[in-house]
């Protein structure tokens, strides 16, 4: 009986942390190399670019039903350009937040690129943003947890963007813009 019990306790915990993400979104950060093992890393045939990019995480805003997933992704191109953003999916019951600024806890501003301002489905809307990182800002971002504020015109959200993430990202483009 104690071995059915546990492990439906499992399927009822996984069943609930399904239901807060969006769509796939991993609920929770384990370690850097949990992180590192659901990382993809392609080569683009025609540009010969090379495309690295995380699973997508969720994360709460501040204590509010409303919530984000978020993922890392980085181009690198043959003559050794890259941009880093982390792409962000926010999920909102309560209307579009119509996110345009980000900063974090010290008060460095993130550029904000707009992709999607907003896709209602039903009662819901999914807003779709790049916050885009230096490589100094990642940097920092893989020292610790990073709280990241992002403001819209209707409402704003606070996020936790886990240092694991941040720190098996960064490790893995440091490897692939490393000289050859």
Avoid at 6 to 14: K, N, P, V, W, Y
Avoid at 58 to 80: E, H, I, L, M, P
Avoid at 141 to 163: K, M
Wanted: aromatic content about 10%; some cysteine; charged content about 25%.
């Amino acid at each position: 009986m104690k071995k059915y019990s546990t492990i439906l306790a499992l399927s009822f915990t996984g069943l609930l942390a399904g239901c807060s993400s969006i769509d796939g979104d991993q609920v929770s950060v384990r370690s850097a190399t949990d992180v590192n093992e659901n990382m993809t890393y392609q080569i683009d045939p025609i540009t010969k670019s090379r495309d690295l990019q995380t699973a997508s995480y969720w994360a709460k805003c501040d204590d509010k039903f409303d919530g984000v997933g978020y993922r890392y992704r980085t181009s690198v191109y043959q003559n050794g350009n890259h941009q880093t953003e982390l792409y962000v999916r926010l999920k909102s019951s309560r209307g579009a937040y119509e996110l345009n600024k980000a900063f974090d806890d010290k008060g460095e501003t993130y550029d904000v690129k707009i992709y999607q301002p907003d896709v209602k489905s039903d009662s819901v809307v999914y807003e779709y943003v790049g916050v885009r990182f230096s490589d100094k800002q990642l940097e920092q971002a893989s020292q610790a947890p990073l709280n990241l504020h992002l403001v819209g015109d209707q409402d704003n959200c606070t996020i936790i963007v886990e240092q694991p993430v941040s720190f098996a990202f960064e490790a893995n483009l440091k490897a692939i813009l490393e000289p050859k």
